[in-house]
């Protein structure tokens, strides 16, 4: 499909890369000096004041023309009951019976108009994999998106927006042979 530099590894991958965030909008509103006390941030969870509580799940939008799914890495808030629910289930292999958790959208997610406070569900998988996000169908781009999917063009938009360069495999072969690889 794509080749693309991971911003993690800094290796060549094949594939969609994914966007994606390391802690919700609200980390943002505690002052840089007061996040160590105020703040529980992992890769996965973020608690707040001990109060307002948060899980890092998968907005797949489908891609209309490639067998593929481009992920939103992306936070939604949680009540205090369903985030210790969360907590709970998260490290058993078999989770994904379980009932979803209602919640909101707490990813500000240019370019599209804001997303922060979109009314979401999280479904929690099998096997280690983070939660899908389930935006409610409303008219929103973003959630319209997640419901239709997108064209390979429009990904593209998304990854120009980002600066994130990928390449097709034909794309790559030419890079090659100009340099004489």
Not at 26 to 39: G, K
Not at 114 to 121: E, G, P
Request: charged share 30%; proline share 5%.
């Amino acid at each position: 499909m794509f080749r693309f530099k991971c911003a993690s590894c800094g290796d060549f991958h094949s594939g969609i890369p994914d966007i994606g965030w390391s802690y919700p909008v609200y980390y943002l509103d505690v002052p840089e000096a007061q996040r160590e006390d105020r703040c529980e941030l992992t890769s996965d969870v973020c608690v707040i004041d001990d109060k307002w509580f948060f899980v890092r799940g998968c907005l797949e939008i489908p891609i209309i023309d490639a067998d593929e799914v481009f992920a939103w890495g992306a936070w939604v808030s949680l009540s205090e009951a369903d985030f210790l629910r969360f907590v709970e289930l998260y490290d058993h292999g078999q989770r994904a019976g379980e009932d979803s958790f209602l919640g909101w959208f707490s990813t500000y997610i240019e370019p599209y108009p804001n997303t922060v406070k979109l009314k979401a569900r999280a479904h929690l998988r099998d096997g280690g994999i983070r939660p899908f996000i389930e935006l409610e169908p409303t008219d929103h781009p973003l959630a319209v998106e997640q419901r239709e999917g997108i064209t390979l063009e429009r990904l593209r938009e998304i990854y120009r927006f980002f600066k994130i360069s990928v390449f097709t495999e034909t794309q790559v072969q030419e890079g090659l042979r100009s340099a004489g690889g």
